[in-house]
T-cell receptor, first 113, second 114 residues
Framework: LAKTTQPISMDSYEGQEVNITCSHN???????ITWYQQFPSQGPRFIIQ???TKVTNEVASLFIPADRKSSTLSLPRVSLSDTAVYYC??????????????FGSGTRLLVRP | NAGVTQTPKFQVLKTGQSMTLQCAQD?????MSWYRQDPGMGLRLIHY???????DQGEVPNGYNVSRSTTEDFPLRLLSAAPSQTSVYFC?????????????FGQGTRLTVV
C-alpha cells in the first residue's frame, strides 16, 4: 500500500476555497486515490475518488497531476460545517489489498467565521 | 436500510473484564473491518474480513479477536480489557463489487477501561 503524506492541520475562513494536498510518491499503476471526511464523534465518510486528471462531485473536486505522485482535494467556499479531519488513502480498489483501508493521521481543517 | 449498526455506543469496563462489541450491516457487503481511534489520532485497523468465515489481522490486532459466521455480523471481542484499549471503535463495511473504495462506517463505540 502506498504511503501518503498530508499536512497535519490547516486553517481557513468561511467562503474561502481550501486545497489539501496529499503526497504519494510510490503510488502503483492500479492504485486509486480516495478521500474521506470525519466529523468529531462520527465515523469517516467517503468524499471522492479518482485515478487521474480531475474528478468533481457535489462536495469537492480532486485534482491529480499526470505523474500521480500527489493529489489535491479542493473544497469550494467552505463553511463552518466543513471543519473536520480529511484523510487521503491510496490503494488498488480492485486488488487483494483493496479491503484493507489504511488511514493515516489526516489533515485537521478548522474553518473560522 | 440501516447501514452499519454498532452496539453499544458507550461502555465502561474494569481491567481484566471481557466484552464483545457488536457490528451489523444490512447492505450485503463482503468486506468488513474494525478500527480503533485514540484521541486526536487517525484510525488504526484492528482486524478485517473479506467474507463469512474469513478474517485476518490488521495493524493492531493484539488483545482482540474476531469471527465472521455470517455476512451481516462481525463482532469484536476484547479478551481481557486493559486501560490501553480505551478508545473509540469503528466498524466499517464495503462491497467488493464496486470499483470505488467507498466504505460505510458505524457511529462508533466509545470504550473506557478503568
Amino acid at each position: 500500500l502506498a504511503k501518503t503524506t498530508q499536512p497535519i492541520s490547516m486553517d481557513s475562513y468561511e467562503g474561502q476555497e481550501v486545497n489539501i494536498t496529499c503526497s504519494h510518491n510510490n503510488i502503483a499503476t492500479n492504485d486509486y486515490i480516495t478521500w474521506y471526511q470525519q466529523f468529531p464523534s462520527q465515523g469517516p465518510r467517503f468524499i471522492i475518488q479518482g485515478y487521474k486528471t480531475k474528478v468533481t462531485n457535489e462536495v469537492a473536486s480532486l485534482f491529480i497531476p499526470a505523474d500521480r505522485k500527489s493529489s489535491t482535494l479542493s473544497l469550494p467556499r467552505v463553511s463552518l460545517s466543513d471543519t473536520a479531519v480529511y484523510y487521503c488513502l491510496v490503494g488498488d480498489s480492485r486488488g487483494d489489498s483493496s479491503y484493507k483501508l489504511i488511514f493515516g493521521s489526516g489533515t485537521r481543517l478548522l474553518v473560522r467565521p | 436500510n440501516a447501514g452499519v449498526t454498532q452496539t453499544p455506543k458507550f461502555q465502561v469496563l474494569k481491567t481484566g473484564q471481557s466484552m464483545t462489541l457488536q457490528c451489523a450491516q444490512d447492505m450485503n457487503h463482503e468486506y468488513m473491518s474494525w478500527y480503533r481511534q485514540d484521541p486526536g489520532m487517525g484510525l488504526r485497523l484492528i482486524h478485517y474480513s473479506v467474507g463469512a468465515g474469513i478474517t485476518d489481522q490488521g495493524e493492531v490486532p493484539n488483545g482482540y479477536n474476531v469471527s465472521r459466521s455470517t455476512t451481516e455480523d462481525f463482532p469484536l471481542r476484547l479478551l481481557s480489557a486493559a486501560p490501553s484499549q480505551t478508545s473509540v471503535y469503528f466498524c466499517a463495511s464495503r462491497s467488493r463489487r464496486t470499483v470505488n473504495t467507498e466504505a460505510f462506517f458505524g457511529q462508533g463505540t466509545r470504550l473506557t477501561v478503568v
